[in-house]
């Protein structure tokens, strides 16, 4: 029912986009007296084709997970997480109005909490509170957002868009919303719950790191995307998203988990949007969403496969010559890998070199200019590294004898995807540039991603093969390959590092009061005395015999007295 409804909403979409069309559908849900809640639907091309593309991944997904959650007793619930998490996107992408957005925005967060905390045991709660936690500063950005439009008279942003770049007002909303989009998209400072999140079941992982949580303020920064244009908040997106893209990059050349690394990619294709879209390019941050979103699904489907096999095993370096027992697997791996690279007319190409090009053309610095390329090339490096260690090499795992290419139900959604991956880039390409603009460069530049590409491949490869005295040379670079791998320091700052001075003043402050002079002085006084009379009293009661012989005798002596 997905992949139909995902079909119908593609030819729409091509029908908006070759015809201009935008429809807005308002339902008014209670009108009292002068006030009226109304529920606001845009839907133009982008909305229609996104959604198509999000349906079609998701139905490739729980198809999927079918055979990848077998042995869950509660499949059930788990694809009505998948399903509610889709409605929530949904609900995203075709709101106009800022409180629509929340609602479709806060149960992306809410979802996604479960789904990450699915596995009940301590890593994926603790992965799933960060991950919670993270985002809620975006979601109070939002509500702040809507809080200072009531200056306008709708929370509906798509009216106000030419009027935002004017006023100083429209720019605090501008800052807001960026808020948003970056712990949502996970940017500086906000990037370390994305690797914590790999704790989800696989087939979520596919689904959200490729078309709907984190892409989810990449979208809407392309709605609010006049708010970046010649702003000082765009050149800060750049600078911000830029380094994101560098620090992913180089964190996964370190990285030894599987799906680690397909998430520090996905990290770093986001901030390869993010810096494209703050140049004020949103169609093609916009195409390079859609591509990405295609092999992103394929690259975790595949990885999937590949733990299943290993006994849920995710270390590369206890993988290797794979490709020789699980080939369609392999193969269409090395498809999302080289489409990730920007492999001619593979899905990534297009899109890559459009936005590489287009920056060689846009007034940027060189150290923009530098972190586009670089990022570029540690993309291929990680992804010949990754190929190298679980495809090529030698088989350093347990028994041969389990690993095979999964079911047809699973194989089945992975070759639908891949052909998606060959042919998409192309078609998005003939569909959304129809008009016939040429970028035109000297050859040196023209050539200079294809070489960048390269020369990073030949280094992930070469740099990975080096056996001789490596694990030697290694050591003497330990501070800086745990700094690299460790997202520089990011997720020790952003859990340990905001946690430990509040438990220690806490400690120092029990210490002080509850356990110190207040405590002598006040409870633990208050029960030592009153210990002490209990313990007087019941030395009376005790010796009960004694005490009443004693009250009988003294009566006795008082009646006589009184008497005489």
């Not at 996104?50 to 059930?76: G, P, T």
């Not at 994305?194 to 689904?207: D, H, I, R």
């Not at 750049?238 to 893209?245: A, H, Q, V």
């Amino acid at each position: 029912m997905l992949f139909v409804i995902s079909m119908t909403l593609f030819f729409l979409s091509m029908k908006f986009l070759l015809e201009d069309l935008i429809y807005f559908i308002e339902w008014e849900i209670i009108s009292l007296h002068s006030m009226s809640i109304v529920m606001t639907f845009l839907f133009d091309w982008m909305s229609l084709m996104f959604m198509s593309f999000v349906l079609l991944i998701s139905s490739m997904v729980i198809f999927y997970s079918k055979e990848y959650m077998q042995e869950d007793f509660n499949i059930s619930r788990f694809i009505l997480l998948v399903l509610s998490f889709v409605m929530s996107m949904m609900m995203l992408i075709i709101s106009p109005n800022l409180i629509s957005i929340l609602l479709g925005w806060d149960g992306l967060g809410l979802v996604s909490y479960c789904l990450v905390i699915y596995f009940q045991n301590v890593k994926s709660y603790n992965a799933g509170m960060l991950t919670a936690l993270s985002n809620r500063i975006g979601d109070v950005a939002l509500l702040l957002a809507i809080a200072w439009m009531l200056n306008y008279g709708s929370w509906n942003y798509i009216y106000y868009l030419d009027l935002m770049n004017k006023e100083f007002q429209m720019m605090i909303i501008g800052y807001l919303v960026m808020l948003a989009a970056m712990t949502k998209s996970a940017q500086i400072p906000f990037s370390s719950w994305l690797p914590a999140a790999m704790a989800a079941p696989t087939p979520v992982s596919a689904l959200v790191h490729s078309s709907t949580l984190v892409t989810a303020g990449v979208y809407l920064l392309i709605r609010f995307n006049v708010l970046l244009v010649n702003s000082l908040s765009g050149q800060i997106l750049l600078l911000i998203s830029g380094l994101t893209m560098f620090m992913a990059g180089l964190g996964a050349n370190f990285e030894f988990d599987l799906k680690k690394i397909i998430a520090l990619s996905t990290l770093s294709q986001l901030g390869l949007m993010m810096s494209i879209l703050s140049l004020g390019y949103y169609k093609l941050a916009f195409f390079h969403l859609l591509t990405h979103a295609l092999f992103k699904a394929l690259l975790f489907m595949c990885a999937g496969v590949i733990i299943h096999n290993m006994k849920n095993m995710q270390d590369i370096r206890v993988m290797g010559n794979l490709s020789m027992s699980m080939p369609l697997t392999c193969s269409c791996f090395n498809i999302a890998n080289l489409a990730l690279c920007g492999m001619p007319f593979l899905a990534g190409f297009y899109s890559k070199d459009l936005i590489l090009e287009t920056v060689m053309l846009s007034y940027v610095n060189f150290f923009s200019f530098f972190l586009f390329f670089f990022s570029t090339g540690l993309t291929v490096s990680y992804s010949f590294r990754l190929v190298y260690y679980s495809m090529t090499g030698e088989y350093s795992g347990v028994s041969l004898n389990m690993l095979n290419d999964y079911g047809w139900t699973m194989s089945f959604s992975i070759f639908n995807l891949m052909i998606m991956a060959i042919i998409g880039g192309s078609m998005l390409n003939w569909l959304m540039f129809f008009n016939n603009s040429m970028i035109c460069l000297p050859m040196i530049m023209k050539m200079l991603t294809l070489f960048v590409c390269i020369l990073g491949g030949l280094m992930g490869y070469l740099i990975n093969n080096v056996y001789f005295f490596f694990m030697n040379k290694s050591l003497n670079f330990y501070k800086m390959s745990v700094f690299m791998g460790s997202m520089w320091f990011m997720p020790m700052i952003s859990t340990l590092g905001i946690i430990k001075m509040p438990l220690i003043l806490g400690l120092n402050c029990f210490k002080i009061f509850d356990q110190g002079w207040s405590e002598y002085f006040g409870g633990q006084m208050l029960y030592i005395q009153l210990k002490n009379y209990s313990l007087y009293i019941q030395e009376f009661q005790n010796n009960n015999l004694k005490i009443y012989l004693m009250s009988y005798l003294l009566w006795l002596f008082m009646l006589i007295l009184m008497f005489n």
